[in-house]
């Protein structure tokens, strides 16, 4: 099939490169020339494994091309994706401006009948919205929910093996069915992956399942403050209750809060969206207000055994959301970075990945500096504050920390220490909900 993808970030990127390692011909389009004369030029705009293969090959096979020019990409084909940002705005709500311009793009510029697939995360009604701007197009134009529900890190096997295709048609439109059935055919050999639905419940489908998964993590960072004041300990709660197979073993894990592009930005829509139709979810409202409180518990800890930050210099192990990412959007790490910066003190931090994405962040401020090695990072450092488990981390050279560290203590926000006896090693430990050994 001939398929178009209109914004080439995270997700766009992703879809047209997975599309195109399936065998069809994938065009990505974006108005940033820039980002696209880097595609191609093989360099991409972000870090995921496997996708800068894939897009080499494809591109090399010319089943994958890149276009500055949406309005001549999207002639001809038979799919156009919509993968464009929908930014949250201040009240929590999600900016459609960008849908709204493909929209009007894709109704004026189209030759052919065409179905019109949103893949980008947007809120519920955006198809009826959407079905409205192209209804006087000169063809057909057939629009399809279709919410991306991709880990970062894991995007091409999310994709190449997906859990579900949820799919939201018009009831009565055979023809985008018959096409979407099609299109992701290839990746639904094994069993039918595809949930089809009306497009109302495809759109709320996206923000309900990320704000459950934020939920538990929320719930299971209220507990572990729990088990810090009655001696109980979160590992051991966490395995008790994920053997439940009711319940499981996912996003059970305490820690500094959860971040990234998807799950703050999904909760919020969730409540703005539901206040919109006079709904409140006191849950998601909740597992909001947890979270922020939650960002704030690494910076706590330090203030507790160090009292004064000022002057005090704080090694800062990972600024990624989380691993396999380069993606520091609303990272803890940030909110630790920053109250420490705000206190006087000094910050060295060191990411395998996300690095220069910081750095971006930080240019020109004083106090911080993002280094290269991890132990010089940690070199006269009153305290080392592990954020993102990335590999390297999770089992280092402990008695090397200890000679280049002004102090032995160590604030583990991931628990992945609790049980190497660092006590022992002369270390002070901190962990999350933890009894540290």
Not at 106 to 116: F, M, R
């Amino acid at each position: 099939m001939k398929i178009c993808v209109v914004g080439s970030g995270y997700v766009g990127l992703v879809t047209g490169g997975c599309f195109s390692e399936i065998g069809n011909h994938v065009v990505c389009a974006d108005l940033a020339k820039d980002k696209i004369d880097n595609l191609n030029n093989g360099i991409l705009p972000i870090y995921e494994p496997g996708l800068e293969e894939i897009v080499k090959r494809n591109a090399e096979k010319k089943r994958l091309t890149f276009s500055a020019n949406p309005q001549e990409a999207v002639k001809g084909v038979d799919v156009i994706f919509v993968a464009v940002g929908t930014p949250s705005r201040s009240d929590g709500g999600a900016h459609l401006e960008y849908v709204d311009d493909v929209a009007k793009m894709v109704s004026e510029h189209i030759t052919n009948e065409v179905v019109l697939v949103l893949k980008s995360t947007v809120p519920v009604k955006t198809n009826r919205r959407v079905r409205n701007i192209v209804k006087d197009a000169k063809f057909k134009v057939h629009v399809v929910s279709n919410p991306e529900f991709l880990k970062e890190g894991e995007a091409v096997a999310d994709f190449m093996r997906p859990d579900r295709i949820v799919v939201g048609v018009v009831d009565g439109d055979h023809y985008a069915q018959d096409v979407m059935q099609r299109l992701y055919h290839p990746v639904s050999l094994n069993h039918e992956k595809i949930v089809l639905m009306n497009p109302e419940s495809a759109e709320l489908t996206k923000y309900v399942a990320n704000t459950m998964l934020a939920m538990r993590i929320s719930f299971m960072n209220e507990v572990s403050t729990l088990c810090e004041k009655v001696g109980a300990d979160v590992h051991s709660v966490r395995h008790g209750v994920g053997s439940d197979a009711r319940i499981g073993t996912r996003f059970l894990y305490a820690g500094p809060g959860y971040g990234g592009s998807c799950f703050p930005k999904d909760v919020s829509a969730l409540v703005h969206t539901a206040r919109d139709n006079d709904v409140e979810i006191d849950l998601a409202v909740a597992t909001d207000r947890v979270n922020q409180r939650q960002k704030g518990v690494l910076v706590r800890k330090l203030r507790k055994k160090l009292g004064d930050l000022r002057g005090k210099k704080i090694c800062v192990w990972g600024i990624a959301f989380k691993p396999k990412t380069d993606d520091i959007r609303e990272s803890p790490a940030l909110t630790l970075i920053d109250a420490v910066l705000a206190d006087g003190g000094i910050i060295a931090a060191h990411d395998p990945i996300a690095a220069d994405n910081a750095r971006n962040l930080y240019k020109g401020k004083s106090n911080i500096s993002i280094v290269e090695d991890e132990y010089d990072a940690a070199k006269d450092a009153d305290a080392i504050v592990l954020v993102t488990e990335w590999r390297p981390y999770q089992s280092p050279d402990f008695e090397k920390l200890k000679e280049v560290m002004a102090q032995p203590f160590i604030v583990d926000g991931r628990n992945i220490w609790s049980t190497y006896h660092l006590k022992q090693l002369g270390f002070d430990y901190e962990g999350i909900g933890v009894i540290g050994k």
